[in-house]
């Protein structure tokens, strides 16, 4: 029999998944690097690395995609921004030799604004974080402002059909339609590039496979 989660269990995934914390962080880290890798690499696919690219990616996670992220081009730099110190942390030791190499650099933020230069960034990219942002059209005005003129923003999120099917995601998740988030990034002044729609199989947490459809959003400043 499937093991019903109480209340307080959900509200617990739902606070681990928008910020881990300890222990069960790390877990929580793992499990979302697993689940999370095919958005992630799609994500990355469409940022079209160049050499010499500085790249910005919000809630990176453990980082145990960034080895794959930075054999795409020569010389890349790579930024991280999160809101979990137990990430970070999780992160910095997964990548230790980029980070002392200072090809790597990780920033623990607020969630609300991003402490960087404007135009500091070729590529900024996010996974599965629009659904914590508590203001969606003020954040993009900070990733806007750290973006070069030239630059690609791409946004990976999963479907919201989808989403509202999980049990957690009624405790502090925002879930979006497709045409909402682009609408997000017009009204913020981007410039929307390419919308992909893609579909994967996925192992649930009770082992049986899903289908997730999730959208790769790409848009210039």
């Not at 795409?72 to 997964?94: F, H, P, Q, R, V």
């Not at 999120?157 to 989808?162: E, G, I, L, V, Y």
Request: glycine share 8%.
């Amino acid at each position: 029999m499937e093991h019903q989660h109480s209340e307080e269990d959900l509200k617990n995934i739902a606070k681990q998944l928008s910020c881990p914390e300890g222990e069960h962080g790390i877990k929580t880290g793992e499990m979302m690097h697993a689940s999370n890798l095919g958005m992630t690499s799609s994500a990355i696919d469409a940022l079209n690395l160049q050499n010499n690219n500085t790249i910005l990616e919000i809630g990176h996670g453990n980082g145990g995609h960034i080895a794959q992220l930075l054999s795409k081009a020569e010389n890349l730099k790579y930024y991280g921004a999160d809101i979990s110190e137990t990430i970070i942390a999780e992160a910095e030791k997964i990548n230790q030799d980029f980070v002392d190499k200072g090809i790597v650099h990780f920033e623990l933020t607020d969630g609300d604004t991003l402490p960087f230069e404007s135009n500091q960034f070729d590529k900024i990219f996010t996974v599965n974080t629009i659904y914590f942002w508590g203001n969606p059209s003020k954040y993009l005005n900070e990733i806007k402002h750290t973006l070069k003129p030239t630059g690609i923003l791409a946004l990976c999120f999963a479907d919201k059909t989808f989403m509202q099917n999980l049990p957690f995601t009624s405790y502090g998740f925002t879930l979006y339609e497709v045409e909402k988030v682009q609408e997000l990034l017009e009204s913020a002044g981007f410039k929307i590039k390419n919308t992909l729609k893609k579909t994967e199989q996925l192992k649930s947490k009770t082992g049986e496979q899903v289908e997730r459809e999730y959208y790769v959003v790409t848009a210039t400043a």
